[in-house]
């Protein structure tokens, strides 16, 4: 019995045994699949990281690609909204001529026709006829010309009736601007050489003004241009040409106020010829102290930009006040006997309520109208349009 026991007792100690045994095993499988489970576990999540960081940098390079190419798109546009600004500023609707002509066209043809309109034919309207021309700055020598040619026209067309002699006087005065066809009044200007544009004229006519929008209106058709400030004893000259030039984007040669003109006219032309400058327009002084100082400094200037630049054909352009009438005449025939006058620039037109110094001046001088003023704006001097004055004028 006793063996018995021992042999149950060794039998269930070795159940026991086998039991922690199976325990032991299974809580080591247990461990060993926790332990797979938290590598598994962390493997993932550092997978599932990096694949998030990958994410995250493609977008972030999206986004900044995307900022280069709204910022490029925002330059386009910022770029484009500002030629557009710079062709508005360079190109403003201008107003038609007409309208900037109502002053004189009200004053001189509206003048004419009320003296003429509804009267009768005879040596009264006649004399009327000349005392209105004469007011209106036509001039003694010219009022006499037109009336004589205006009689003979009556007669030899055989006219009844005032409308149809202030319809022969307008043609008669169309006529006179036969100087200033459109061969005439453009500036003569070639490519693949250095242009001159030597501008003279007294003080007070608007000389420094125009050639600062003469320059603008150069430079903006693309010409490479330069000043020279030779008009070097009336004050604040030189500051006024130097002020046009960093408005227009223009280089300005200059030397101290009082220095010799020509000295400044000879580093201008040499300096355009060197660095191939297109246009070089030379100021003058506009001292019109008498006829012989001014034929002296003019003749020598003349000399020195023949030598400078090697060309002897180049425009000289007289600048005469509008408003000044009669004097503006007598001016424009003093500067026609001492240089070679080939244009005039006829300022402050648009002020004028007489209108009519156009006609003596062209007819007398037989020089064409390069530039009319017709405003203050830099792009209110305008090269000249026979036609377009014409009907602006007369129609």
Do not use: C
Not at 158 to 175: M, N
Not at 213 to 226: M, P, Y
Not at 340 to 347: E, K, R, V
């Amino acid at each position: 019995m006793l063996k018995n026991f021992f042999k149950f007792g060794k039998k269930k100690k070795g159940k026991e045994e086998q039991k922690s045994e199976l325990e032991n095993q299974l809580d080591k499988e247990i461990q060993e699949s926790e332990d797979e489970i938290q590598k598994i576990k962390k493997e993932t999540e550092k997978e599932i990281k990096k694949a998030a960081d990958e994410i995250l940098k493609k977008d972030n390079k999206i986004s900044e690609n995307s900022k280069v190419e709204n910022g490029n798109v925002e330059s386009k546009l910022d770029e484009s909204n500002f030629e557009k600004r710079e062709k508005t500023k360079k190109k403003p609707k201008l107003k038609p001529l007409k309208d900037r002509l109502a002053t004189p066209k009200k004053g001189f043809f509206g003048k004419l026709k009320e003296a003429l309109l509804g009267k009768t034919i005879d040596d009264d309207l006649y004399e009327e006829l000349e005392e209105l021309l004469i007011q209106s700055d036509i001039g003694m020598n010219m009022t006499m010309q037109l009336v004589e040619e205006l009689e003979k026209s009556v007669s030899r067309k055989k006219l009844k009736t005032s409308e149809q002699i202030y319809d022969e006087l307008k043609e008669l005065l169309k006529a006179k601007l036969v100087y200033s066809d459109e061969s005439n009044t453009k500036l003569k200007l070639q490519d693949g050489k250095l242009n001159i544009l030597l501008i003279v004229g007294v003080n007070g006519v608007g000389k420094t003004t125009s050639i600062g929008k003469i320059a603008k209106k150069l430079k903006d058709s693309g010409k490479k241009v330069i000043i020279g400030a030779g008009d070097t004893f009336r004050a604040a000259a030189i500051e006024q040409v130097e002020e046009w030039g960093k408005r227009t984007g223009v280089e300005v040669i200059k030397q101290a106020h009082g220095s010799d003109p020509a000295a400044v006219i000879f580093d201008t032309v040499k300096t355009a010829k060197n660095r191939g400058f297109d246009v070089a327009i030379l100021d003058t002084a506009g001292r019109l102290h008498n006829k012989r100082d001014l034929m002296k400094e003019l003749e020598k200037i003349n000399k020195i930009i023949r030598e400078q630049s090697g060309e002897t054909d180049f425009e000289t352009l007289l600048v005469i006040d509008s408003t000044t009438g009669q004097n503006g005449l007598e001016q424009a025939r003093i500067f026609n006997e001492i240089v070679d006058l080939t244009g005039i620039i006829l300022t402050k037109f648009d002020g004028t309520a007489k209108g009519g110094i156009i006609f003596p001046i062209t007819e007398e001088l037989k020089k064409p109208i390069k530039f009319i003023g017709v405003g203050e704006g830099i792009e209110d001097l305008r090269e000249f349009d026979t036609k377009e004055f014409v009907e602006a004028m007369f129609d």
